[in-house]
């Protein structure tokens, strides 16, 4: 049964959940911009997504990019979850997990740190 929130409410768990990502990783992120959308047009499960040039990856072709996105899918979310202590939960894996990729750690890796 899908959770029932505002989006005022999601996006101060948005916010909340950045706020967890400890302060020397914080003044590190740099050209990113976070997104909320219902969902992802093309896989509609999808909880979020990283869009860019990892962090690791960069060099000095980078300058004058675009921002990276990192785009949580607030609806696909909700409808997981059962109660709002699980959309806590989830919403602060899911950002925290996008913004892991920023940093260059793959998919396999954060499945074995727990932020799968």
């Avoid at 505002?6 to 950045?18: H, I, K, P, T, Y």
């Avoid at 990856?57 to 004058?64: A, F, K, V």
């Amino acid at each position: 049964m899908a959770v029932s929130m505002s989006d005022d409410r999601f996006e101060a768990l948005v916010a909340d959940a950045l706020d967890r990502i400890p302060p020397e990783l914080t003044r590190a992120i740099d050209n990113v911009v976070i997104l909320i959308e219902p969902r992802n047009p093309e896989d509609p499960h999808l909880l979020g997504l990283y869009h860019g040039i990892a962090l690791t990856e960069r060099d000095s072709h980078y300058g004058g990019s675009l921002p990276d996105t990192v785009t949580i899918y607030r609806d696909a979310i909700l409808e997981i979850c059962e109660d709002e202590p699980e959309v806590v939960d989830e919403v602060a894996i899911t950002v925290i997990h996008e913004i892991a990729h920023y940093f260059g750690i793959e998919e396999d890796r954060l499945h074995e740190l727990g932020w799968g």
